[in-house]
């Protein structure tokens, strides 16, 4: 575990530096022993794919895991998300560190520069590191009070194009459903957001048994479709109304939840197109989420991403419409 720096977070706890990172992954192969150590020393330890044997040695020139018994060779990215992957490791690393490290994020233009790669692998590299985060979200379940509220998303092509945008519920902006679960004098804990079809009432239903524990609280604006039948039913319900005044109201917690998010997808990306927004709110809740333990986020997200099994590669259609 990292604890190397003179950085620190809000709770006082060592946040690696990037000297420090230099320092302890600056090579290809200090990024493999340290990858080698994870997959194959902690917790779940080595198991060999073929005889089930539990011993092993590191092939250090070949960064595989051999087997004592049958002499397999296992290499730490298989069945991972990296899997197949020809980025070198030292990229992958330095991208989850500067992806953690910062509140911004980075964009894959900006990548590209960083690592001197090309755009489509800077851009390969984040979409499967924002997987990762997604894949970690589904593990949380909100509980307890439950604030909800929609929310609207401008694309990058109105902003382009000059698009008239509509206002209110009936807007032609990328509607979000945003549920965000706090203590009980309001202040947030976790977030989930997802992009939705509609605010209709069976689409909340569907929302709302998929990411929040029946029994908890919900805290609504008092619009109808959270009063279908079986919101009502399963969840305790609370109406509240946004007071400008009051720095500790639910509603208002919440509106600066969309704020700082509507100011990640317009600041570091400049606006993006419906289909690539729901992988930037799943890295912006990532990070929400994890805003209390920035020393700790390096290897949480080393470990979902070792966690996430491979996905198919795909390139952007439109590298314009992708600059995120």
Not at 47 to 74: D, E, I, M, N
Not at 101 to 123: N, P
Not at 207 to 229: E, H, M, N, P, W
Not at 281 to 299: A, G, P, V
Request: glycine share 6%.
């Amino acid at each position: 575990m990292i604890t190397f720096s003179v950085v620190k977070d809000k709770n006082k706890k060592l946040v690696m530096s990037i000297g420090k990172f230099i320092e302890r992954y600056g090579t290809e192969g200090r990024c493999w022993e340290h990858l080698y150590t994870v997959r194959f020393c902690e917790n779940p330890q080595f198991v060999c794919p073929r005889c089930g044997g539990t011993a092993f040695y590191f092939l250090k020139s070949r960064h595989l895991a051999q087997c004592t018994s049958c002499k397999y060779q296992v290499s730490p990215i298989v069945g991972t998300i990296m899997e197949k992957s020809k980025i070198s490791l030292r990229n992958w690393f330095y991208t989850i560190y500067i992806m953690t490290i910062g509140k911004r994020g980075v964009s894959a233009m900006e990548l590209q520069y960083h690592l001197g790669v090309t755009y489509k692998t800077a851009w390969y590299l984040l979409l499967r590191i924002r997987t990762a985060m997604a894949a970690a979200n589904d593990k949380y379940i909100l509980e307890g009070t439950v604030v909800m509220d929609e929310a609207f998303f401008t694309g990058k092509s109105a902003l382009e194009d000059g698009e008239v945008l509509k206002r209110g519920r009936g807007t032609n902006k990328t509607k979000v459903l945003i549920a965000v679960s706090g203590t009980s004098d309001g202040i947030p804990q976790y977030v989930r957001m997802k992009i939705m079809p509609n605010f209709k009432a069976k689409t909340i239903e569907g929302f709302c048994t998929q990411y929040i524990r029946k029994g908890s609280t919900l805290v609504t604006d008092g619009f109808k479709a959270y009063q279908s039948q079986k919101v009502t039913k399963e969840y305790f319900h609370e109406f509240a109304v946004l007071d400008p005044v009051d720095r500790n109201s639910k509603l208002k917690q919440m509106h600066h939840v969309i704020s700082n998010a509507k100011a990640f997808v317009l600041g570091t990306f400049h606006g993006l197109a419906k289909p690539e927004l729901q992988s930037y709110l799943d890295e912006y809740s990532y990070r929400f989420n994890r805003r209390n333990m920035r020393h700790l986020m390096f290897d949480k997200l080393l470990a979902s991403i070792l966690a996430t099994p491979p996905v198919l590669y795909y390139a952007p259609d439109d590298e314009a419409e992708l600059k995120g």
